[in-house]
Nanobody, 126 residues
């Protein structure tokens, strides 16, 4: 089982920013599409954003469009999620996930992903 490790979570005030990172353990992300998901207690896990294996195609949930930016640096073997204008509704555990696929695009559907990280907690509160 391939593993992913998220980092960058923490406590931030409303209106603030955070940048999450996703690093693979023992493999390269060159041929993997990657997604960021978040889960709030009592709710289903939500696909926040995804990026194609080549990095040229991205997709965002309406709730984060215009505020979050996903990026993929294959040279550094990393995926990032820049989160701006954060609000309390963005609080949750954020997971990075990946699936091996050709560079056709990406999907924010949880069932489309094969490999998952353990998550990093983001808390937006004053």
């Amino acid at each position: 089982q391939l593993q992913l490790v998220e980092s960058g979570g923490g406590l931030v005030q409303p209106g603030g920013s955070l940048s999450l990172s996703c690093a693979p353990s023992g493999f390269t992300l060159d041929y993997f599409a990657v997604g960021w998901f978040r889960q709030v207690p009592g709710k289903e896990r939500e696909g926040v954003s995804c990026i194609s294996s080549g990095g040229g195609i991205t997709n965002y949930a309406d709730s984060v469009k215009g505020r979050f930016t996903i990026s993929k640096d294959n040279a550094k073997n990393m995926v990032y999620l820049q989160m701006n204008s954060l609000g309390p509704e963005d609080t949750g555990v954020y997971y990075c996930a990946a699936v091996y696929q050709s560079d056709w695009g990406c999907s924010r559907a949880e069932e489309s992903m094969d490999h998952w990280g353990k998550g990093t907690l983001v808390t937006v509160s004053s």
